[in-house]
Every structure is written in C-alpha cells, then in structure tokens.
C-alpha cells in the first residue's frame, strides 16, 4: 500500500492490536504487581533509543544517556516514548519558582515583587538557553574524544563562559527575589527558599542526570559477555491477542489515545532519490491470517531511572498562583522505569502474500542509489544512524525462513544496549 505520508495517519486497528498486543507482554515485565491508578506504558521505536554502559563506557556517556531518557515529560495521549520534548526538570524548577505563598500586597510589595519576578524570569530564560548551548558543545566534544570529563568539569573549565555568567545572573536575581519574599511571606518562605536552591543546584552543576539502578553496568558487562552463549529469552505476540485489550489497561485514556504515525504501520518504507521521497506501508489490516511477532534478546531486566535533585518530592506546596505556564496546567508523566535489552532480534510470521510484498520492499532497498529505511514493527532498518541509534544491522543481513513466510532480522553485537519500553507516572497537577 502506498500513501504519500503516513506519517500522521491513525493506524488501522490491526495494526494497533498488534502494539496492544505487545504492551501486554511489556506491562508483565515493567510492572508485575499492576500500574496502580498512576502507571503508564510507552513502547519505543526498537533500536532508537539505549544506554550506553558497561565496564568501556565513560561515566559521562553513561550519564548523557540516562539523561536523555530520564529527563523527559512523556505526553499522555500517545503510547510511544518520543524524546526531546519538555524535560521533567524544567516542570519541578517551573514549579517552584511559581510558588506564592503570599496573599494580600501593599501596592508597593506588589510592585516591588513583580519586578523581582520579572528580572528572575528573564535571567531563566537566558540561562536555560546558555545551558541548551553549552550542553550541545559538551556532547559533540564528548562524542569527539576532545573532552572526557563530566558537564560540571566541563563547565568549570572554562568551556561555557557564557553559560557561567548566566547562571550567576540569575542567581543574584533569585537572591534579589527571596529577600523580598522573606519580608512579606509566611512561615514557608525558609523551606521554599531551600528547595529552590536545591532545584537551581541541580540546575546550575548542570547535574540534571537521573540515576539508573547500581546493577546496570554488571548487567550490561555480562550481556555483552554471553552474546554467543546467552539462550535467548523470547516476546511472542499476535495481532489477535490484541483485540481484547485495551488502551486503558495501559494507562490511557481510550477516548483520547492517539495511535498514529509511521512507527505504528506493520511496516514502513521511505525511499529517498532524486530529491523525491516515496513511502509505502503495509498494514496489519491486509492480513488474511494471524501475524506473529517474536522479539527475542540475549539478555534483558527493568532498571528504575531515579531523579537527583529535581523531583516530585519538592512540589508539596499549596499554589496560590491563578497565572501558571503551560508546562504545569497539562497533564504528564515521568519516567520511572525502563525496559532494556541486549542482542534483539526479531522474527515476523506472516502469510505468503504479505511476505513477497515485504521482500520486494527489502529487494528494492538492497538496489537504492539514494537512501532507504524500513520499518518491522518499529526496528528500523537501514536510513542515517542517529546518536541514539543501536542498530548496525542492513538489508543484506534480512533473512527470509520457513519458505519465505518468516521474516528474520538477527540480533548485532555493538556492545549499545536497547531500550524496549518505559513505565511512567503521572505528575500531580499544581493545587
């Protein structure tokens, strides 16, 4: 089937079975006991996203890594895991410096506090954008063996003047503001001044890195270790085992769940050449017979990704402020824990019919003189390696068994591990 961007598209509800079907196996491993009214499921792109760790991995990759997985506010409304949106620090520091503990101001209070305000907000806004700058220049020096310390060092070093300056700014702004809210303020005033300077510490040491459970890196070691020798333990679903699920079970919203996009097609095609891109998907939907999808690893476990300074804990103040920005008036989820795996492979069951469509995808692939990409059931195959990528597998090494009807893509040995799903939670809404 051929559409000219199925990147938005609602799914066919096969094809969104098939992915319940696949959360009910992920939710038995994230969260045996049940989500509670709280817990939310998000499934990954297979492949996109992982931790580096292990005995050969820098402590500073490691942590970029678990920062970019843990530090991110997760949208309620759709069952994937998408990074790089709004960040679970940035909620926590909007939160406390949003706070009023204050009722009625003289004129002058009021507007000797709206300009503290005002100058507190802008020396934020500088310096989360000196931040963004500096964390980019970090990662690529990082990425480029020019600098091997952590984000602190790196800072301290002198690598992030700008950075430094607006850091200082805005903690002389905040000073300027707490002063005026000791004067006027209630008995809360001594906590909420320590628990802003604990988030901006956070913040301003540029330490925003969750940590990952201690067993991580003897995990990681031994999977890499056993690759050859590991019996591989096997996630076997079928598109019928989704049909009497449901979204909810998961933690969403049936009502408003949107299950949409090319990851969520069976399978994906992007061909790009002559400055022209042709995409195709197949859809579960033109199935005939039962799929089967076999996800197998050479080693697996849950790990709970655990926030440093910048967590739930510190928002138990009743908020006064009828003005709050966007990020605290939707609902969100943080991340709690992750579902890692290494050496994943993948075996796709599929009638006759379907499968001479997919190796006719995979053929045309093969003979590309521009770029590629095939998406099985989220693991994409072949396209530009992204940072996150954890795939080094191509068209070629595709195999088709069984008479052609078992589509196998087999596992690499690239010593990246491989993020499978999250459990998150929801964050309380400011009272």
């Known amino acids: 089937m051929t559409d000219p961007d199925p ?33 939310t499921i998000f499934m990954t792109a297979i492949g996109a996203q992982g931790i580096a760790a292990g005995t050969n991995v820098p402590e500073p990759i490691k942590n970029l890594g678990v920062y970019d997985v843990g530090n991110n506010l997760l949208n309620t409304e759709t069952p994937v895991f998408i990074p790089g949106g709004e960040s679970y620090y940035d909620y926590v520091d909007a939160y406390v410096h949003n706070v009023n503990l204050v009722g009625d101001l003289s004129p002058g209070q009021k507007d000797a506090l709206d300009r503290a305000k005002k100058k507190l907000d802008a020396a934020v806004k500088a310096e989360n954008g000196e931040y963004k700058a500096a964390l980019a220049d970090y990662k690529q020096r990082i990425a480029g063996n020019t600098f091997t310390g952590t984000f602190s060092k ?16 805005r903690q002389d702004a905040a000073e300027d503001e707490q002063a005026i809210l000791n004067k006027i303020s209630g008995n809360d005033a001594p ?9 901006e510490a956070a913040g301003d040491s540029s330490e925003l890195k969750p940590g990952i459970d201690n067993s991580y890196d003897a995990e990681v070691d031994d999977w890499i270790a056993r690759f050859d ?20 079970k998961h933690g969403f919203d049936e009502l408003k769940v949107h299950v949409a996009g090319s990851l969520f097609w069976f399978i994906n095609a992007s061909f790009d050449m002559d400055d022209k891109t042709e995409t195709s998907h197949i859809s579960a939907a033109q199935a005939t017979q039962d799929i089967t999808v076999t996800i197998s690893t050479r080693g697996q476990g849950v790990f709970g990704i655990h926030p440093d300074h910048w967590d739930t804990s510190v928002t138990d103040f009743q908020m006064h402020n009828t003005s709050l920005p966007p990020i605290l008036t939707k609902p969100a989820i943080r991340v709690e824990k992750v579902l890692m ?10 009638e006759s019919s379907l499968a001479t469509q997919v190796h006719d995808l995979v053929d045309k692939a093969k003979t590309m003189s521009g770029s590629a990409s095939i998406s099985f059931f989220g693991l994409n195959i072949g396209g530009s390696f992204s940072s ?7 068209f070629d090494d ?19 591990p491989t993020m499978l799903a999250v459990l998150g939670r929801k964050l309380d809404l400011p009272q």
Do not use: C
Request: neutral net charge; aromatic residues 8%; charged residues 20%.
């Open 341 to 350: 795996a290494y050496g994943v492979s993948m075996d796709i069951d599929l």
């Open 191 to 199: 906590r909420l001044n320590k628990t802003k300077r604990k988030v």
């Open 154 to 169: 790196f800072v301290d070093s002198g690598f992030a003047e700008a950075y430094r300056e607006a850091m200082q700014e």
């Open 7 to 39: 990147a938005h598209q609602v799914v066919n509800k096969p094809d969104s079975d098939l992915w319940l079907a696949y959360a009910n196996k992920v939710k038995a491993l994230l969260a045996p006991e049940g989500l509670g009214s709280d817990g």
């Open 398 to 416: 595709i195999q088709f068994q069984n008479g052609g009807t078992r589509i196998h893509i087999p596992a690499d040995n690239s010593a990246f």
């Open 388 to 394: 996150t990528s954890t795939s080094t597998i191509t």
């Open 229 to 248: 020798t590991a019996q591989p333990t096997n996630i076997s679903f079928k598109v019928s085992e989704g049909q009497s699920s449901s979204w909810n």
